[in-house]
T-cell receptor, first 112, second 114 residues
Framework: ETGVTQSPTHLIKTRGQQVTLRCSSQ?????VSWYQQALGQGPQFIFQ???????GRGNFPPRFSGLQFPNYSSELNVNALELDDSALYLC???????????FGPGTRLLVL | QKEVEQDPGPLSVPEGAIVSLNCTYS??????FMWYRQYSRKGPELLMY????GNKEDGRFTAQVDKSSKYISLFIRDSQPSDSATYLC??????????????FGKGTKLSVIP
């Protein structure tokens, strides 16, 4: 059974640019959640997708958006990048909304 | 006041010691409590998952939840150098939309010295 995978592993962007991060959920999982983890902090919830619909959102501005595809993989898009967006972006999948979340290795984004 | 408070450490112990990690929380709606282990530059890995108050044991790990005090703990017995990592507590409650978002503590960095 393949776990949660994320791409790319590292990314460097400049302020104002846009970025797309990708996540493949674990086999049999229909729910994907995205988190932002700044250095020295715990992960912060961005949003969750369940069966291709957004199902809850944390305290993040609209320039953070996402998609979930029919195969339950997901994308996180961030527009108009700011320096404070530099962080580890984590994707977690679960079998259903209420089930345990399993995390991928993350994408480390650096905004210069 | 943050919803979940966790002492970031760092915590350094000799090999074989018993380690105690703790979190406090303020949101009474939290029902599910988890401990994740995160090695440097990796994603969090689920260690323990508990629902409601009480103890849960898995090998060298014991998780305790005291909902009346809003306090959770993770104990590691016979600690090993391979236990050196950051330990994150996480909690969840059902939001109005039915999303089970996790709220994390800052993490405690643990070093087990051989």
């Amino acid at each position: 059974e393949t776990g949660v995978t994320q791409s790319p592993t590292h990314l460097i962007k400049t302020r104002g640019q846009q970025v797309t991060l990708r996540c493949s959920s674990q086999s049999g999982h229909n729910t994907v959640s995205w988190y932002q983890q700044a250095l020295g902090q715990g992960p912060q919830f961005i949003f969750q997708y369940y069966r291709e619909e957004e199902n809850g959102r944390g305290n993040f501005p609209p320039r953070f958006s996402g998609l979930q595809f029919p195969n339950y993989s997901s994308e996180l898009n961030v527009n108009a990048l700011e320096l404070d967006d530099s962080a580890l972006y984590l994707c977690a999948s679960s079998q259903d909304i209420q089930e345990t979340q399993y995390f991928g290795p993350g994408t480390r984004l650096l905004v210069l | 006041q943050k919803e979940v408070e966790q002492d970031p450490g760092p915590l350094s112990v000799p090999e074989g010691a018993i380690v105690s990690l703790n979190c406090t929380y303020s949101n009474s709606a939290f029902q599910y409590f988890m401990w994740y282990r995160q090695y440097s530059r990796k994603g969090p890995e689920l260690l323990m998952y508990t629902y409601s108050s009480g103890n849960k044991e898995d090998g060298r790990f014991t998780a305790q939840v005291d909902k009346s005090s809003k306090y959770i703990s993770l104990f590691i017995r016979d600690s090993q150098p391979s236990d050196s990592a950051t330990y994150l507590c996480a909690m969840s409650a059902s939001s109005g939309a039915g999303s089970y978002q996790l709220t994390f503590g800052k993490g405690t960095k643990l070093s087990v010295i051989p």
